[in-house]
């Protein structure tokens, strides 16, 4: 008799399963709560972050930049209320990924490319947010897949959409260099 | 501080992207049944549950199966009722941190035999639907919207690893040749051509050229670089030290436990020089002059894994891991994270991952390693069950998975369970279970030792 593992007596024996179709759907009414100016500046065409200038009570010792935005600070607990225009800051790529694959809301997309940005002249430890590189938008600087490098030079896009529509997604990046 | 917990048994389904002929909580009875049953225990398995006097549920998605409070359902059917349970989630970790849960419960003496079960069944919806769920375990306010799904965010911290430390594909790839070929000799293994749920399109051994040729799906990543999705459960049951001495011979103990954890957002991560040496993250057997200069933990290493290992390395007596660990089942849910990961538990100095996975024996023309489930630095075994690459990813099963094989290693009993002794690591003594979620934001890790 051949030996068995243990594995091999649990399989099952049901061959013959019954499966049915369970539909299911959600309209979530969601807050951006007090960083809301984040996302009525991208409607506005501007890039906001926030600041805490703590710094002698931060881990490193420095202004902290959020971006996303936040309205406390992790590091002191402070309030935080001062917002800075970003929109024309030196912005480089931290690092990025080309997309082929998605899930399901973005498939009609891909390829697409996501990028975490590098706000210079900030320290980039709470700043380096998660966006798109479009990298063949008319009347801009079009380059190739390949071209796309860790330190490049981008620059801020706004899509117009209403303001009931505007989410993290209004916002991509354009090559501000070859 | 009291007596030792132990994990005296296991059991596991056989994985699979769709186990349809089985319910959720079917499967589970499968694995609890088997951890009963089959691990020779010493007095009768219905005595055996009668001592259980606690369970742990932990299972991470409430959305793939559209039910919430599944663990009423599960401790009901497997008849737990009306002992203590908790439900457990932590994205990736769910399993881990499950473990970590029931082990508290032993360790506190609120209960001195727990089940600790994971599940989850993510085949429900479609594969791009799953990953919408598991995406959705990313910040939805400013990640997901922009199209991030978990590739992509591993993807992006690959592409910063390969920056900072010249790490290239290939080194990457060998990653999914040596896990998805150990997988071949685990009958459970959702790769595995024998097992009887395999997608046979998606099963069998791979070479270095199938990965580097499989479709891309984020750059740098290719679909064999990606873990599964998949049905299924283990269970393990922990015990008291000297209980547990009762009910079996070779109990393994939980030496070690760690728990770390870092931001949701890759974005929020910071970018400290010498972050490491600032975050008390330097193991015993590691120098500070390695680490001063260096960026930490930024998009390239999980800090989470480094403070969970320091934690688990610190209560166990470990001092330099590569010489006291025998194997290691890691949270390979790409391959650039299984490299990432052998640094942060400090298996390889912090940007030698490659050079780690290098170091084992490779047959460049064939595209394989020489040896199936090959030692790497001629001494650590990493992911003899193929781990999630190869074995699985059902998502709030997985740390069970992982820890069951290393205490299935720790005992002997590789070929009984797996049915193929190919993965038994020779007199294993000491092992490591790694658990992590997100892109690192809860890490586990367990350190088990042979107890008798």
């Keep these: 008799m051949v030996k068995m593992s243990v594995g091999e007596k649990y399989v099952s024996k049901n061959k013959d399963p019954l499966i049915v179709d369970f539909p299911y759907s959600i309209l979530y009414k969601h807050t951006f709560g007090e960083v809301s100016p984040f996302f009525v500046g991208l409607k506005n065409k501007r890039l906001l972050g926030t600041v805490c200038r703590n710094r002698e009570k931060h ?12 309205a406390d600070c992790p590091e002191c607990m402070a309030e935080v209320t001062e917002w800075v225009d970003l929109t024309d800051a030196d912005i480089r790529i931290y690092t990025f990924t080309t997309a082929y694959f998605a899930g399901e809301t973005f498939l009609d997309r891909i390829p697409y490319t996501l990028i975490n940005i590098d706000v210079q002249g900030y320290d980039n ?14 009347g801009e600087i079009n380059i ?3 071209d796309i490098r860790i330190g490049m030079k981008i620059k801020p896009k706004f899509k117009d959409v209403p303001l009931e529509k505007v989410d993290a997604s209004t916002l991509y990046f354009v090559p501000a260099e070859k | 501080m009291g007596n030792r917990v132990a994990m005296i048994a296991g059991g596991m389904t056989q994985f699979a992207k769709a186990r349809k002929d089985s319910t959720q909580e079917e499967l589970v009875m499968e694995a609890a049944r088997m951890a009963l049953f089959e691990n020779d225990l010493k007095i009768d398995p219905l005595d055996v549950k009668k001592m259980i006097d606690g369970t742990i549920v932990s299972y991470f998605s409430d959305h793939f199966e559209r039910q919430l409070l599944f663990g009423a359902i599960i401790r009901d059917y497997l008849g737990f009722n009306p002992i203590q349970s908790a439900r457990i989630e932590g994205g990736g970790a769910t399993g881990g941190l499950g473990l970590k849960a029931g082990y508290e419960m032993v360790k506190s003496g609120d209960a001195s035999v727990v089940m600790v079960i994971g599940f989850e069944k993510m085949s429900e919806v479609s594969t791009s639907k799953g990953n919408e769920f598991i995406a959705l375990a990313s910040d939805t306010d400013f990640d997901f919207p922009v199209g991030g799904y978990y590739s992509a965010y591993y993807a992006a911290m690959a592409t910063r690893y390969m920056y900072e430390f010249g790490i290239t594909e290939k080194q990457m790839a060998k990653v999914a040749v040596k896990n998805r070929n150990n997988a071949q000799y685990n009958f459970f293994a959702q790769t595995n051509s024998k097992n009887p749920y395999a997608t046979k399109s998606t099963s069998g051994f791979i070479t270095i050229y199938d990965v580097l040729n499989s479709p891309m799906i984020a750059t740098p990543l290719k679909r064999l670089d990606c873990c599964l999705m998949s049905d299924g459960a283990a269970v393990a049951i922990l015990a008291e030290e000297s209980i547990a001495k009762e009910l079996t011979d070779r109990p393994v103990i939980i030496e070690g436990v760690g728990n770390g954890t870092d931001t949701m957002r890759p974005a929020d991560r910071p970018t400290t020089v010498g972050g490491l040496i600032k975050d008390d993250l330097l193991l015993p057997h590691e120098k500070a002059e390695w680490y001063e200069d260096m960026v930490y933990p930024g998009l390239h290493s999980f ?13 166990a007596g470990i001092t330099n891991p590569l010489e006291q660990i025998d194997v290691v089942e890691l949270h390979d849910a790409y391959t650039s ?6 640094e942060d538990l400090g298996l390889a100095k912090y940007g030698e991952g490659g050079k780690l996975i290098d170091s084992a024996p490779f047959d460049d023309e064939k595209g394989v390693f020489k040896e199936i489930n090959p030692k790497l630095a001629n001494r650590v075994h990493v992911n003899p069950s ?3 690459l190869g074995c699985m990813h059902a998502v ?25 002794d ?15 979620a997100g892109t690192g934001s809860d890490v586990t890790v367990f350190v088990l030792g042979r107890g008798w």
């Design chain 1, 59 to 70: 881990k490193n010792g420095k202004d902290l930049l959020f971006l996303p935005p936040r």
């Design chain 1, 125 to 138: 430890s709470y700043s380096k947010l998660t966006s798109t590189l479009v990298i063949n938008e008319p």
């Design chain 1, 144 to 146: 190739g897949l390949k």
């Design chain 2, 303 to 315: 800090r989470a894994g480094r403070k969970a290992a320091k934690m688990a390395y610190k209560m």
């Design chain 2, 337 to 342: 994270s299984e490299l990432q990961t052998y």
């Design chain 2, 386 to 388: 193929g781990g999630l």
């Design chain 2, 396 to 420: 709030g099963a997985t740390g069970i998975m992982q820890a069951v094989s290393v205490m299935w290693q720790i005992q002997g009993k590789i070929e009984k369970f797996y049915g193929s």
């Design chain 2, 422 to 436: 190919k993965l038994q690591v020779k007199n294993a003594k000491r092992g490591l279970a790694h658990s992590h």
